[in-house]
């Protein structure tokens, strides 16, 4: 039986070396001892531990000792181990790729403006700053819960939306709303956000959030980031819920919709203390999939924002974008909601896009709010 190479130590490089030599590609070797391909590279580049089972059908497919890979793993462990005792920055160092595998630690660092240097004062800022360490995995995972699909699409990147996600929370550590939150007060919170909205005077991103902070919620806008088309986001932290927004559309329609979409998660329960909720891009979902959760919150913003006592009258539908703009736009001023948003939720309904977009569309003053994070 094939014995490990002396002069090599972390048995992932030996099988690395002997897979070249036979010719045996990384995926068909993960799919023979039945891993995942990235879980092959990371043991293979000596990120990932080997485990008995995966020694020993090292051992049935490439002839190496089990007993003897698993020795090597031992005895690396403890070289490792030893020399992060007497290295604080190769210790440092294996901890950010840690961190790095749940988040995109290059984004955290450059969100909070750093210009550190050393690994040492890197792995500081993310601890201190935004709450991540060893439990990284286990904290954004429990920050996350109920948030995640699984999709292909560039827009639904895991990692960077979690990125984002620790990002809003840790900037929600820097507002403190002045009001104190009662669940019984969101519908009087919700029509006044309703109104705010529709009337889209200046300034309104800052009018919302001491709007809101009146009620107990906080409100901030931090900008997305790449592979994650992320709307809003729910959650609690400290008792107080807090709505993060990226407003990646400068548009009325789709804030009003975005934040009264996340103000229900709350009024309905969706969001609480152990459960918050992501407001992805609808578009980058697979066609079959619905969730119970987000179609609740749907109705629950369409019918804040246009309630159906007034919707059920709105003009008949006709087939011509120009006509239904025109008829749709005299009948929102007559009726004193925001023509934008009544088409916003006329698109969602019908799938109508095709209108003529003009400045009353734009956000009044929603760019000039967007928190950031300084080391």
Known sequence: MKQPFSNISDPGKLIKDELKERGISQKEFAKAVGVGQSHLSDILSGRRRITLSF???????????????????????IANKENSVSNPELE??????????????????????????????????????????????????????????????????????STWVIMAYAVSRTITPAGKFELDRMPEACNHVASALHENAPNIMFNLQRLLSDYGIGLLRVDKVERASIDGYSFFRAGIPYIALTCRYDRIDNLAFTIMHELGHIALGHTNESHSQLNLDIRSYDEEYEDKLENEANRFASDILIPMDLWQFAPTMVWNPIVIQSRYTKWARSKRLNPWIVLGRLSYETGIYKFCSDESRKINGGKEVCHELKA
């Open 55 to 77: 020694a020993i059908k090292t051992e049935e497919l490439l002839g190496f000792s089990s007993h003897s890979l698993m020795g090597l793993q031992t005895a690396n462990d």
């Open 92 to 161: 440092a160092k294996l901890a950010i790729e840690e961190i790095d595998r749940v988040v995109s630690v290059k984004t955290l660092l450059k969100f909070a403006k750093s210009k550190l240097k050393t690994n040492t004062d890197k792995l500081n800022l993310l601890c201190n700053l935004y709450g991540l360490g060893k439990d990284a995995s286990e904290y954004v995972e429990k920050l996350s819960t109920g948030c995640y699909r699984k999709s292909a699409c560039t827009g639904m990147d895991k990692i960077m939306i």
